[in-house]
Every structure is written in C-alpha cells, then in structure tokens.
C-alpha cells in the first residue's frame, strides 16, 4: 500500500532552525516534493528531491534518503509568516508511464515571537 | 499574468443539487488535476487529465465528473451521488505527470 506519515503538528521559535520529516512506504517511487500551505490558500512547491542528500534553497532545504524511505524539510532563520502546513508529497510511477502525486496530511507549523 | 484561476471561491450547495466547480489555466500546461482537502487531511484526487479529451479518475472519483474539451479548462461536477460533498477543492496543473504541480486558490463547497 501507499503510507506517508507526517507529524501533525510542530512549535518553534522565531529565529530558530525547525526539522519536518516524512517517512513513505510507496511502490514505483520517483520523487519526493515539498508544499507550503498557509491556511485557506493553495499550496505553493518549495521543493523537490529525486536523488539521496540534500538540496539547498536560501533558508529552505530539504533531504532524501530513498534506502530509508524518510526525507525531510529544513526551515532556517524562523520568520513569523512561515507559520503554515507542510506537505510531503510522493511521485509514483503508475502502469500506464504517467506519474501521480500522494499527499501526507501535513504538519502545521507555528512560529512563536 | 499566467496562472490557475478557480471560481467561485465559496460555493452552497442543497441537497439532491449538482455543482460545478470551474478551473482555468493560461500557463499552457497539458496535464490538470482536480484534488479533495478535507480538515486536517492530505489531498486526495479524484480526477486527472494529460490531455485534451482524455481523463482519468483518482482515488475517490465516485460521485463526480469532468471534462476536458479544451486545453485551459477542466471543470469538475459534483454530483448529488456525493454525499459528503463538504471540502476545500483544488485545482492544479503542470506541464507534464511528472513536472510539479501549480494550484489555484481553491473552492470551497458547503452543504445549505
């Protein structure tokens, strides 16, 4: 089956660094991306991995370790409006060669002054 | 400015009543997807499509329905066959399956 798991909620302070992991237990894996959503909005793509280790994004980063089936979002230099939801979402290669997208439920992240 | 335009943003819906959903692109993507949200969950889809004429249902694609007669258009009908219509929907294209995916702002539907 398809399984991706997220905490549901995470508390950090202004300034400080904050950690997001995903774990997944999906079949034909080919990617894993990063969404923010602030609430009532759309998602917006941070970003993507395909390949182990790290990908750098200004204060954003995001980890892959596909043996592990865990990656994971960094956040740097905490700002008050990213307090929002963080979704992981998979890319699985389906039977007919096109690909499809499954969403954690996402971890809502509040950043405290 | 290009971009996936969603209306309307709140939408009611009695019972027995369809409704459609409409959601427009002008970034010439080939692919778009219509998703489900529902509090404190991840998105569902329920319908994609890689082309013009051609779709496919997602995960919980009982009770509704699409269309994909034009490029920037793929509207999605909620049918009275749905009985907990009450979410966020989202609407969202790419280039291709395997390119990432832009959203549009998002329905929300409610039952009166």
């Known amino acids: 089956g398809q399984n991706i798991d997220q905490p549901t909620e995470m508390t950090a302070t202004e300034g400080a660094i904050v950690q997001i992991n995903c774990t997944y237990q999906?079949?034909?894996?080919?990617?894993l991306f990063w969404y923010q959503q602030h609430a009532g909005e759309a998602p917006t793509f941070l970003s993507y991995?395909?390949?182990?280790g790290l990908e750098e994004k200004g204060r954003f980063s995001s980890f892959l370790s596909r043996s592990k089936g865990y990656s994971y979002l960094l956040l740097k230099e905490l700002q008050m409006k990213d307090s929002a939801s963080y979704l992981c979402?998979?890319?699985?290669?389906?039977?007919?060669?096109?690909?499809?997208?499954?969403f954690g439920s996402g971890t809502r992240l509040l950043v405290r002054p | 400015d290009g971009g996936i335009t969603q209306s309307p943003k709140y939408l009611f819906r009695k019972e027995g009543q369809n409704v459609t959903l409409s959601c427009e692109q002008n970034?010439?993507?080939?692919?778009m997807y219509w998703y489900r949200q529902d509090p404190g969950q991840g998105l569902r889809l329920i319908y994609y499509?890689?082309?013009?004429?051609?779709?496919q249902k997602g995960d919980i694609a009982e009770g509704y329905s699409v269309s994909r007669e034009k490029k920037e258009s793929f509207p999605l009908t909620v049918t009275s066959a749905q009985k907990n219509p009450t979410a966020f929907y989202l609407c969202?294209?790419?280039?291709?399956?395997?390119?990432?995916?832009?959203f549009g702002d998002g329905t929300r539907l409610s039952i009166l």
């Open positions: 991995n395909v390949l182990d």
């Open positions: 499509s890689q082309i013009v004429n051609d779709f």
């Open positions: 970034l010439n993507h080939d692919a």
């Open positions: 969202a294209s790419s280039w291709g399956t395997a390119q990432p995916q832009h």
């Open positions: 979402a998979v890319r699985s290669l389906l039977m007919d060669s096109s690909y499809k997208l499954i």
């Open positions: 999906t079949s034909g894996f080919n990617g």
